[in-house]
């Protein structure tokens, strides 16, 4: 055993529980010794070509410009191991058809998605559920998104995404648990735990642990760019929730896209095979992230394909996704005597054994006749409001404006979040992606609001003009959405006087302000960090009215919230709180709920603070000694709100403390 050195919050005895903070010795494979003999058995009737096939993981549908043909060829010759993009229950059944009833060895495929909240019921954003430091929020959550996902033919979910985020310039910051690497351990075994459960079979979910690893570490926080990581900090911090996963039995791993110190991550030996196989122990799948492997060539890592494809197979790689690059090349690489037919097999063999535990072999078609009942399931909206307002963090509360009166007869809700039913469930949500529009009937906090007032009680909506986008995220390319244009400065008067006329007319003000959902997340970084559009201007014009005013955050990263910590007496982080988003931000506004989510991350003041992160090292002239004042001139450099904060509406009072000792060892628990 390797003695590694601890998180801080490890050390001050925080209330979750992942185990020791050794580095453990090699783990037990996460699939059964049945499923081991029959693949080990199925392998010896394959052909090499099929052999490969399985290493295939194509496209279900057909995307221009990414994906230009069906994989129904190649699923009737053996040819792919897993399809992904495809969410339409009758096509999944179609194309597995063609793999059982036509294929030689009638293998089935494995259908794999991005199921990171939820699926049609969508919880709140990982971000989020982290900031309720409960992992059994993370656990519920996606127990119950493993359950839809299978009614649905999703048997493999691409997430956890365990990377650790110390900027909040990069958009994916959304999908993780934040900056500690202790904190974020635990969540990465909830979430193995709620899709796999303890052991993987044919009411599971297999995961896809990612991004395999350091991507959270980019240069300025841009989506893609390189990470350079010294290994103490590998191990230390980055290393440490993929390690948890292991630990947990994950049965997939996804390899990064970027370079990790000038090595891209999917060709690299050291990560794939010493780290994970050999340190770790890890015995499932790796696959790629979308057309890595390809992209080996882009990096200038690889001549070309069959380089490509031969450096990432060598390093590890079980799958190449959607790019392939395998199953163009693979074959030459093997007659060519670069890598064995043995090596072969035993990156097929993890493959076959999940299909046999997850039951494919024997039950490989979607029950269509019961997916919408399980998808439509009263119990799964009810949780996810219950976890939403779990995963809600209270930021001020001055003068005790909240929570707010039921009895209140004019409300003002104010800003262009208020009432955007997509962007209160945020990112990723399956039935959303690709422009199909979701099906879960999200509850916007304006409706929230509604539901919780008398009938009686007087509303009113100013939404301002939608923040424009400024880019074309990849989705948004995929889908054909457009740009937004910015407001002209007429439009932008008459929102703000419209505002302020709704503020000067009520009781209360609630801003619902943010991002909207696509500005965070994959390809969605940031250089600043300000509230879009004219949301800071609309928020301004009514604080000056004087009527109390509640900020509440919808968003996927700290924003830059200076000017609204002086002067909004209330503000509630809701992250994206999900489908019952709306209810669950009311159940808190108006105590139903009270507040108990903190921090997983250290907010900024602004983005030119970044990368901030609570557990740094002590170094000369230390930020908390006396006198001290900043280590910027133009910005104070502690965060505006530290790492763990948060507030609710309880008091606390100590009285009568005793110790049990004068003095204590480092080795003492009490």
């Known amino acids: 055993m390797v003695l590694k050195r601890c998180s801080a919050i490890a050390l001050l005895g925080a209330s979750i529980s992942i185990g020791s903070c050794l580095v453990a010795d090699a783990q037990a494979g996460p699939f059964s010794t049945q499923a081991k003999q029959q693949a080990e058995a199925l392998l010896k009737q394959m052909t090499l070509d099929e052999k490969l096939g399985q290493l295939n993981e194509s496209s279900g549908l057909v995307i221009p410009g990414l994906a230009t043909e069906k994989p129904d060829d190649l699923i009737e010759k053996g040819g792919v191991g897993s399809i992904l993009w495809q969410m339409n229950v009758k096509e999944i059944n179609r194309l597995q058809h063609i793999a059982v009833e036509k294929s030689r060895l009638h293998i089935p495929i494995l259908v794999g998605f991005d199921v990171i909240h939820g699926y049609r019921t969508v919880f709140p954003v990982p971000l989020a559920m982290a900031s309720s430091w409960d992992p059994s929020v993370e656990e519920q959550a996606q127990h119950l998104a493993a359950q839809d996902a299978r009614a649905a033919g999703i048997e493999w979910t691409f997430t956890p995404m365990v990377d650790i985020a110390r900027d909040a310039r990069w958009g994916r910051i959304v999908e993780g648990a934040g900056e500690d690497p202790v904190l974020g351990s635990a969540m990465a075994q909830a979430q193995v735990r709620g899709f796999q459960g303890t052991k993987i079979g044919p009411d599971s979910v297999l995961v896809c642990v990612k991004h395999f690893a350091g991507y959270g570490a980019a240069d300025g926080g841009r989506d893609y760019d390189s990470s350079y990581v010294p290994e103490e900090l590998l191990q230390n911090v980055y290393l440490k929730p993929f390690h ?163 009895g209140l007869k004019k409300v003002a809700v104010i800003g262009p979040l208020a009432d955007a039913a997509h962007d209160v469930e945020g990112g990723w949500t399956v039935e959303g992606l690709f422009g199909n529009g979701s099906k879960s009937h999200p509850v916007t906090v304006l409706n929230g609001i509604k539901n919780k007032l008398p009938s009686d009680a007087q509303v009113t909506l100013v939404t301002g003009a939608q923040p424009s986008k400024v880019y074309l995220g990849m989705l948004d390319q995929v889908t054909g959405s457009k740009p937004i244009p910015p407001p002209t400065p007429q439009e932008t008067a008459d929102w703000i006087a419209k505002a302020k006329a709704a503020a000067e007319d009520a009781d209360v003000v609630v801003a619902v302000l943010g991002e909207m959902a696509n500005m965070s997340g994959e390809a969605a970084s940031r250089a600043t960090f300000n509230l879009p559009g004219i949301q800071e201007q609309m928020l301004e014009a009514v604080v000056a009215t004087g009527k109390p005013v509640v900020l509440v955050l919808e ?64 170094t000369h002239d230390p930020e ?12 104070a450099s502690k965060p505006l709100y530290p790492f763990g904060y948060g507030l609710s509406y309880s008091t606390f009072k100590f009285a009568n403390l005793k110790l049990s000792k004068n003095s204590m060892s480092v080795r003492d628990t009490n």
């Open 555 to 618: 968003n996927g990263r700290p924003l830059d919230i200076s000017w609204a910590s002086e002067h909004v007496p209330a503000i509630l982080e809701a992250w994206y709180p999900g489908t019952e988003g709306g209810n669950a931000v009311a159940d808190v506004l108006f105590g139903d709920v009270n507040p108990g989510g903190k921090l997983p991350v250290s907010w900024p003041r602004e983005a030119g603070a970044e990368p901030l992160y609570y557990n740094h090292n002590l």
């Open 624 to 635: 908390d000694r006396p006198g001290f004042k900043s280590r910027y001139w133009d910005i």
């Open 244 to 406: 948890a996963a292991v630990e947990a039995g994950a049965g997939g791993f996804m390899s990064a896209y970027m370079d990790l110190n000038d090595v891209p991550a999917s060709g690299n030996h050291w990560l794939l095979t010493d780290v994970l196989r050999k340190d770790w122990g890890f015995q499932g799948i790796v696959l790629s992230d979308a057309f890595a492997v390809e992209n080996l060539v882009t990096h200038g890592y690889a001549r070309d394909g069959e380089d490509a494809a031969y450096k990432a197979i060598s390093a590890g790689l079980n799958m190449d996704m959607a790019s392939l690059t395998y199953t163009h090349n693979l074959l030459n690489v093997v007659k060519e005597g670069k890598v064995r037919e043995s090596y072969i097999d035993q990156l097929v063999l993890p493959i076959l054994e999940a299909k046999y535990d997850l039951g494919l072999f024997n039950h490989p078609y979607v029950d269509e006749s019961k997916v919408e009942s399980i998808l439509n399931r009263p119990e799964g909206l009810a949780l996810e409001r219950k976890l939403a307002g779990r995963s809600m963090v209270l930021l001020r509360n001055e003068g005790r404006v909240l929570p707010l009166s039921k």
